[in-house]
């Protein structure tokens, strides 16, 4: 089967089959809007924006969050903020409410930060907004979030404003359309080297992004078709990743099986063939597959699937003709 032949096979069956086997879902963060709540902690001089149609004294009126962590409201009186997420305000402004209406509903809204926040979504241990105290370092918000999740993808996402300038690293992609700068940073690079540059000083509102790292599809002439997860490694050889779908059938084509590799930018794969036979000979290295791969295996040619068979039975017939000769049959 020629190349061109084999990507538009394969492209066909990639179509048919990533729906079944994709599961990692893709990470979409909520719009700016809703970037102030519900995951911020409350601190002194922090100032917030009411909602309590109920009672005219309170509603959409601003307070600031005292040095001692109160806020002094009409009616219901100094209730302790800070330490409550922006949810756990909501709750205990509603139940002192109470004694003054019916069915009390509260919104809190952060209209002003004691300290520049950043944004942090996705496949990280704890999401959410939190606050800069002095310059932060990538590495040192990422220790404050927990790090990533097992199945997160090894690269992060920085999104910057461009009133904060831009991202300082050569391969920031800027965006005057949408006023930001862009830059997807490797983790290992970041996690491995000494000093790395991409370690940079985080600014406000700086938004970083961590996506589910996307599986290995493996599908064809293999017992048990399947979207494997890399994990926390980086990439998963051919080997690996067939033992994981059982291995291959008595019908697969060693020879040309077929790596589907995503061509960034486009909606198009480029075509590998590996041959397994040279590979678990050790005449050639195993191959390692990438995020989003799709391993395919094909069915060998019917004359290929005969051919070992008939050259079977003509090695043995002496012995058949013997063994016949010697019962008494010929």
């Given amino acids: 089967m020629t190349s061109r032949r084999c990507l538009a ?10 729906l079944a086997l994709a599961q990692a879902p893709q990470v979409n ?13 409350l601190g002194p001089n922090d100032q917030i924006m009411i909602s309590l149609p109920e009672l005219e004294e309170i509603n959409q009126r601003p307070f600031r969050i005292d ?19 922006v949810q756990g305000l909501e709750a205990e402004i509603t139940t002192r409410a109470r004694d003054f209406a019916r069915d009390p509903h509260v919104s809190v809204t952060v209209v002003g930060y004691r300290s520049e926040p950043v944004t942090f979504y996705g496949a990280f241990r704890t999401t959410g907004i939190f606050p800069l105290l002095g310059g932060r370092t990538l590495v040192e918000m990422l220790a404050a979030v927990g790090g990533m999740q097992p199945n997160a993808s090894r690269r992060i996402r920085i999104t910057r404003r461009s009133e904060y300038g831009p991202i300082p690293l050569s391969y920031a992609v800027e965006d005057p359309a949408k006023q930001v700068s ?55 050889s051919v080997l690996q990743a067939l033992a994981q779908a059982g291995g291959l059938t008595q019908t697969a084509n060693r020879g040309k099986v077929t790596v589907l590799r995503p061509i960034l930018g486009t909606s198009k794969r480029a075509v590998i063939e ?19 791969d799709v391993l395919y295996v094909p069915r060998a ?12 039975i003509l090695t043995s017939l002496p012995y058949l003709i013997i063994s016949l000769a010697i019962s008494g049959v010929l």
């Fill in 9 to 18: 096979v394969c492209s066909a069956l990639v179509a048919a089959n990533m």
């Fill in 29 to 41: 963060p909520p719009q700016a809007a809703n970037l102030l709540r519900p995951d911020y902690e």
């Fill in 67 to 85: 040095s001692e962590g109160f806020i002094n409201l009409p009616l219901i009186g100094r209730v302790k903020a800070a330490g409550l997420l």
């Fill in 182 to 236: 862009t830059v997807e940073i490797s983790l290992d690079s970041l996690t491995q080297n000494v000093n790395p540059a991409e370690n940079i000083i985080l600014k406000a509102y700086d938004t970083i992004t961590a996506e589910t790292a996307q599986p290995v599809f493996v599908f064809g002439e293999v017992p048990k078709s399947a979207a494997i997860p890399l994990g926390e490694q980086q990439s998963l």
């Fill in 274 to 292: 590996i041959n397994l036979d040279r590979v678990t000979a050790g005449k050639d290295n195993d191959f390692p597959l990438l995020p989003n």
């Fill in 301 to 312: 040619s019917v004359r290929a699937l005969l051919t070992p068979v008939g050259t079977g």
